[in-house]
């Protein structure tokens, strides 16, 4: 076993990663993906994990104590993840395993109806690939098990990206109930694992804010807010997104579930809320959920003012007694950083609001606390005073 030994001071008690230069020397041999122990600098250990010295995150916790790390214990983790899930009354459709917010570094399994769609982004669940998928087999029962590996993630651990069928048949017209909605998913070819179940929640609670409204979805995706809004009875929903694709998704649900106050739009939604500007469109509900743009810490200021221009051009088209929900998928958008961006961006708008509630990613994707990492998703809902 490998033994990786700290540098002083950068024991962590809550956070799950030990980076390489937090190390001061690394004894033993193994294989890389192989579960090392790691000491303290005064040599008490403090935990054993995956260990991948061609990543810049050296050790993965899998636990604090000594254990056997072979099947049982992977087994015990699932159906420990997947009871607390259960316990907050998730069935159909949800994130089953969180990665290192359920104590298995490396491994995301989102359950879509009957079947699952997995990531194996480290090296040392990569390596326990073909247990993992026995173990899903045995505690899930799906029809099929299809990975999306095919994220960028992989390359930082050495690994080349996956996507294909690892059980069972994919079904191309596999549908699952949310909010009481029925939706088409697309989990070979759709965004992430197929779906943004993260916005669960928050989607269910935009409608309070829609009946009877107008209601601007952008960067509608899939349609996920613009149906809720429907649902709730908004009188008019647009829904804008540069993607065809995907707005032929929104089409294909919003017919699934019966609704005619629906209205896509393909445009870049900078340019259209500029154009709603001249024409003088006004909306009561507008939701905002950008795809990330800030993916590095590097990246975080050319972010910001993404972020900001956004916003203020969202808000010039919002009614007085309107409410503003925005949303921000950039782990490095802080929730800090993120409250300081809607400030900003209503005093560039002109708008005096209230903070009517702040939310974060459903409770399916519950993050560790401690690593701010895991707390990626932001939203704020605004009154317009």
Known sequence: MYVVRLKRGKEKKNHPWVYANEVQEVTGKDEQGSVAEVLSFEGKSVGFGFINHASKILVRYLSREKEEFGEDFFRARILRAKAQREALGFSDSYRAVFSENDFLPG??????????????????????????????????SPSCIFERSDSPVREKEGLTQKKGVLFGTLDPDL??????????????????????????????????????????????????????????????????????????????????????????????????????K????????????????TKTADTVRAGYKGYLDINTLALKLLNPGGVFFTCSCSQHMTLPLFIKMTEEATERAGAKVKLLEVRTQSSDHASLLGMDEALYLKAAALLRC
């Open 107 to 140: 491994l995301i399994v989102d359950k879509y109806a009957n079947c699952l769609s997995v990531q194996f982004l480290s090296l040392g669940m990569e390596k326990r690939k073909d247990m993992i998928v026995r173990l899903l087999q045995e505690i899930f």
């Open 278 to 293: 001249k024409q003088g469109e006004k909306f009561d509900l507008i939701v905002l959920d950008p795809p990330a743009f």
């Open 175 to 276: 549908t699952i109930t949310e909010n009481g909605l029925h939706l088409k998913i697309d989990v070979e070819n759709g965004q992430k694992t197929g779906y943004f179940l993260d916005q669960k929640e928050n989607r269910a609670a935009i409608r309070k804010y829609a009946e009877k409204k107008r209601v601007l979805d952008l960067f509608t995706n899939q349609g996920g807010f613009a149906l809720n809004a429907a649902k709730a009875g908004a009188k008019e929903v647009i829904a804008a997104d540069i993607s065809e694709t995907a707005l032929e998704k929104v089409k294909e649900n919003a017919s699934l579930n019966g609704f005619s106050n629906i209205r896509v739009i393909k445009a870049d939604v900078f340019d259209l809320l500029r154009e709603y």
